[in-house]
């Protein structure tokens, strides 16, 4: 049974397997954003997740996944942040080494965090073939398991589960929409919802500085990410493999936001909710602040991905 | 039937009266923060309440309290700002004038939110006196009623709500907290107290900055606050006389905290907690981070007062 021929499935198994583990997050609603864009937004809280972001549903369920002959000596990884510190969770939760490398550029906070939860972190330069490179020396030399931050059944039907709370939580939504960086999130969410809530749309939102994603959507051949710009520091990364094929499967658009258009929407979240989103997080709402038409008067359900910031860098910041 | 002679039934009225029209928010906990200050917190907040702080009980109790008649020609109040948003809210709900004057000091964020409930603002100089004579110009004028920002019992009344929720869904508290400026919602939360967790500890939190609370509760004497400095721009007025013989009453210290701590507290809200609170909303906590033995092993529930902050000025930005 694997995630491509029985989805339903495993992420329904996935979501059992990781349940006791994280957190239900909360759907939040605010009528005074739903004023400002004509449509009715759901908003689920994985800010509010464990390491303040959903990467712990799939890094959990990859960790819990192992066969404890398999997960004895650890798992490893590369990450730019919340992959990292959501494996290094899941690592001490079961009891198991957590090899992590970072590019040096990652934040202060997400290199804080990793290291608050007992992982051994290896630096390198911000490149993917660095951090692959990195990661695989560590494989050889330990024995750990590699856990990808995205391009990965496990972890794809992991992020899953974040749209199968929310759509059972809000019935009838015509669309669902997440960031889309790596793919690990939207291929779940696009899995999770053809599932669950066939009719609906899955939009993908994007950075037009990194619009890797899109490219490849428009185009049909999936393309690499080659010097992104843009303060979604969570969406550098190409899209993967397999997050590449169900997008193609199972996403209905891909829209792509300017930077100005995601501090504008990380600033409406802060201050018409009262919570703190990262940039990467706030790019769907983006997305409807820039494509109105491609949602107005319809019931959408939004992902908020995670909510860890550099409260001394905030984007709004004079440099 | 008064909030002196019958507290329990007078506040229990209010919770009825505002329950339609104000949110229940919601409890929240961070396993981070317990672990840091070593006590149990249950914060209860109030930055998500409409208008973004705990002042929409207050100003809907009393508007809501008036009569047909003496409703009729509006209300006006002066406030440098979440209680002038609140009334704005409260009066355009029950569709009646609101006059609201604000010191010309007050963030463009308040002034901006006061302004969008319709409200007709008057500014003035940054001065009690300056207030007041401007209130009461218009109080002449037009014939509305005075509804002040805390020495009045239905906005005390109606403050209390916030504490009979939190002990209403955290039994056994043992030490209730929240900020005092002029003391409405100290004033309430201590009545509400008394009545429902006769045997919790009523702790109020202040900045040193703007201490008149601690110097009137330690001498026994109400003294004004003259010159208050600090960033806690929610807690710079003096304490009301109806809310000076509460706290006489029913509180049971006052611990004063530096900026400092107030910067410290807020960050750690806003970084584990991935909610935003202002500064005012934060000195409880800071209370807890400088005078920890006041705290040590025990069941806190904490009132987050508001979020209303200027996300281009934030504290520890540099200026």
């Not at 100005?260 to 709402?285: D, F, G, N, Q, Y």
């Amino acid at each position: 049974m694997t995630l491509r021929s029985h989805p339903a499935e495993t992420i329904a198994a996935a979501h059992a397997r990781i349940a006791p583990f994280v957190h239900r997050t909360p759907v939040l609603t605010s009528r005074r954003i739903d004023g400002m864009v004509g449509a009715r937004l759901w908003f689920k809280c994985e800010n509010f997740q464990k390491v303040g972001a959903f990467k712990a549903r799939g890094a959990f369920n990859a960790v819990l996944s192992l066969s404890d002959a398999d997960a004895r000596a650890g798992v490893v990884t590369h990450s730019s942040g919340n992959h990292a510190a959501a494996l290094a969770l899941a690592a001490a939760t079961r009891g198991i080494p957590a090899y992590i490398v970072m590019p040096r550029t990652a934040s202060e906070t997400k290199k804080a965090a990793v290291a608050g939860y007992g992982a051994e972190i290896t630096f390198c330069e911000p490149t993917l073939a660095a951090r692959e490179a990195a990661a695989a020396e560590i494989q050889a030399r330990t024995g750990a398991r590699l856990v990808p931050p995205y391009d990965d059944d496990a972890v794809i039907a992991g992020q899953a589960t974040a749209a199968v709370e929310l759509i059972e939580e809000v019935p009838g939504l015509e669309i669902v929409t997440c960031p889309v960086g790596g793919g690990g999130l939207l291929a779940g969410t696009a899995l999770a919802t053809r599932w669950l809530e066939p009719g609906a749309r899955v939009i993908a939102a994007e950075p037009a500085g990194a619009d890797d994603a899109w490219r490849s959507f428009t185009s049909g051949v999936r393309v690499a990410q080659t010097s992104p710009d843009t303060i979604a520091d969570g969406l550098l990364t190409s899209l993967g493999i397999r997050n590449f094929a169900v997008m193609m499967a199972c996403v209905d658009d891909v829209l792509t936001v300017t930077d100005a258009s995601i501090i504008e929407a990380m600033r409406l979240i802060w201050t018409s909710m009262k919570i703190i989103v990262e940039p990467s997080a706030a790019v769907p709402l983006a997305a409807l602040l820039e494509h109105p038409e491609a949602f107005a008067g319809r019931r959408v359900g939004m992902i908020l991905s995670g909510g860890n910031v550099d409260l001394d860098r905030l984007p709004w910041m004079a440099q």
